[in-house]
């Protein structure tokens, strides 16, 4: 199994604390996220991997934040339907996961307090329909809303970064084991559509 990550900083090698990973089961992740990537960057990304390496059993795709704000919210998830169907494309047989844009604690643009949130919601409610009926059934999203929310409190320390965008070192692990996590619950369970399962979210 082998496993493309691609995104922003929050996937990038140096915040993740890691490269090219093994898990459970033989699998490998490979780590290509870039600081201040926006979702117009995942065409040269890809089409770089794909001259240079095996196709992936799976792609994580974990991008748009900062898109937000940057653009309007309808042509953000026209990118965003894009982009998806483009991967589709290219690659017919693989798994395409949608990471769930992360909250912010705060958004540099906001002008309406809540407006960032908001449009994070619809940016992911979008993607989660575009996997669900353009990407013909080989589909999942990482909804995150377990943890990853602004209310969410963590025992053993903060899990946002003091800039309200970016993660602790605690956040970022949490991060990498949802996604592991996820990994493994849609191997062992290919019928479910997102993780943690419906009945499990917040959203």
Same mark, same amino acid.
């Given at each position: 199994m082998r496993t493309w990550v @691609? !995104?922003?900083?929050?996937?990038?090698k140096r915040n993740a604390g890691l490269g090219n990973v093994q898990l459970h089961g033989g699998g490998v992740v490979r780590w290509e996220g870039t600081g201040g990537a926006m979702i117009s960057n995942m065409y040269d990304k890809l089409s770089v991997?794909?001259?240079h390496n095996r196709f992936p059993t799976t792609v994580?795709?974990?991008v748009g934040t900062n898109n937000i704000f940057?653009?309007?919210t309808t042509l953000i998830r026209n990118e965003v339907e894009g982009l998806l169907v483009h991967i589709r494309q290219v690659l017919p047989f693989t798994r395409i996961i949608w990471s769930d844009i992360?909250?912010? @604690? !705060?958004y540099s643009k906001e002008t309406k307090k809540g407006a960032g949130m908001r449009v994070t919601i619809n940016i992911n409610k979008y993607a989660h329909k575009i996997c669900r009926e353009k990407l013909e059934g080989n589909a999942n999203v990482i909804t995150h809303s377990q943890v990853f929310n602004p209310s969410y409190r963590n025992v053993d320390g903060p899990i946002f970064a003091h800039d309200c965008v970016h993660l602790t070192p605690k956040g970022y692990l949490m991060f990498r084991q949802t996604l592991a996590n996820a990994l493994s619950f849609f191997n062992s369970h290919p019928h479910e559509f997102s993780y943690p399962p419906r009945s499990a979210n917040a959203l």
């Amino acid at each position: 199994m082998r496993t493309w990550v @691609l !995104g922003d900083s929050i996937v990038s090698k140096r915040n993740a604390g890691l490269g090219n990973v093994q898990l459970h089961g033989g699998g490998v992740v490979r780590w290509e996220g870039t600081g201040g990537a926006m979702i117009s960057n995942m065409y040269d990304k890809l089409s770089v991997l794909l001259r240079h390496n095996r196709f992936p059993t799976t792609v994580i795709l974990h991008v748009g934040t900062n898109n937000i704000f940057n653009a309007s919210t309808t042509l953000i998830r026209n990118e965003v339907e894009g982009l998806l169907v483009h991967i589709r494309q290219v690659l017919p047989f693989t798994r395409i996961i949608w990471s769930d844009i992360l909250p912010r @604690l !705060g958004y540099s643009k906001e002008t309406k307090k809540g407006a960032g949130m908001r449009v994070t919601i619809n940016i992911n409610k979008y993607a989660h329909k575009i996997c669900r009926e353009k990407l013909e059934g080989n589909a999942n999203v990482i909804t995150h809303s377990q943890v990853f929310n602004p209310s969410y409190r963590n025992v053993d320390g903060p899990i946002f970064a003091h800039d309200c965008v970016h993660l602790t070192p605690k956040g970022y692990l949490m991060f990498r084991q949802t996604l592991a996590n996820a990994l493994s619950f849609f191997n062992s369970h290919p019928h479910e559509f997102s993780y943690p399962p419906r009945s499990a979210n917040a959203l």
